[in-house]
């Protein structure tokens, strides 16, 4: 089991940047690809970015964005600290939403569900 941790988010003017981090429990972090999504008020979460395990051995390492932040956003992570990263760069008002980080035991997938573990979301607002 994955217990996951968000932090980072806040308000932001468009054109600025922000660095969500998610802090994962349990000695199998690397085996999980992770997932970020985020939902918007009156709006169904959505996928924004994800990352392979290291166990997914044919494409170790890739990361998959959605169209609407590709460019603008980068994930990575560091499995020695446990820690998935989302850099959010030349940020737009529409990607004001909750930010949620999710964990799927399988391979990479786009669909939320097939992540088995969610955090409790963090809030992005992006305004002037």
Not at 3 to 25: F, K, Y
């Amino acid at each position: 089991q994955v217990q996951l941790v968000e932090s980072g988010g806040g308000l932001v003017q468009p054109g600025g940047s922000l660095r969500l981090s998610c802090a994962g429990s349990g000695r199998t972090f690397s085996r999980y690809t992770m997932g970020w999504f985020r939902q918007a008020p009156g709006k169904e979460r959505e996928f924004v970015a994800g990352i392979t395990s290291s166990g997914d051995y044919l494409r170790r390492g890739s990361t998959y964005y959605a169209d609407s932040v590709k460019g603008r956003f980068t994930i990575s992570r560091d499995n020695a600290k446990n820690t998935v990263y989302l850099q959010m760069n030349s940020l737009k008002p529409e990607d004001t939403a909750v930010y949620y980080c999710a964990a799927a035991p399988g391979t990479f997938s786009y669909r939320d569900y097939d992540y088995n573990y969610w955090g409790q979301g963090t809030q992005v607002t992006v305004s002037s």
